[in-house]
């Protein structure tokens, strides 16, 4: 009850549910509804937009990610997005 993470990764393309339906579930739960995700996924198209900045999604990470390359990229979002929040 007492976790909140701080980021999201959220893999787009699941079996049973895909990513922007587990996010509106994700987004259910009031602890959850400003925590900022990134999306992973393989499809190589999909790019950042408004529509996923209005959910909260932060970054969209496209795999296969090259090694050491996932933590950078996390990073990345991170900082720009904490950089966001200081604007005013």
């Not at 339906?21 to 994700?26: C, I, R, S, V």
């Not at 529509?51 to 990345?76: D, M, W």
Request: glycine letters at 4%.
């Amino acid at each position: 009850d007492s976790f909140t993470p701080d980021l999201i990764v959220l893999e787009l393309s699941m079996p049973d549910l895909n990513g922007v339906d587990a996010l509106a579930e994700l987004h259910k739960h009031y602890k959850l509804n400003d925590t900022p995700l990134v999306l992973l996924t393989t499809h190589t198209k999909i790019k950042m937009c408004d529509a996923y900045k209005r959910l909260g999604i932060i970054g969209v990470l496209h795999k296969p990610v090259q090694k050491g390359i996932f933590t950078e990229r996390i990073r990345y979002f991170w900082e720009e997005y904490q950089k966001s929040l200081k604007r005013p």
